[in-house]
């Protein structure tokens, strides 16, 4: 059970290893679904998820150099 449970923590491990990047990405498709979910125009809702996962993943590379 013990070895069972030490590679689920390390399953877990490898997809949030990072809390505020995958908070964000989870954030900013919420809002890009809302927005679908409101029959906003697609071009709007795909550049708006481009833009926003693109800024999230910079800032947490700026946050991670940082350290």
């Known amino acids: 059970m013990n070895v069972v449970s030490l590679i689920l923590r390390e399953l877990f491990g490898l997809f949030v290893d990072d809390e505020f ?27 708006l998820l481009l833009a926003g996962c693109v800024a999230v993943v910079m800032s947490s590379a700026l946050k991670a150099s940082r350290k």
């Open 21 to 47: 990047l995958a908070l964000a990405v989870l954030a900013v498709v919420a809002i890009c679904g809302l927005l679908v979910w409101l029959a906003a125009p697609q071009l709007l809702v795909g550049g």
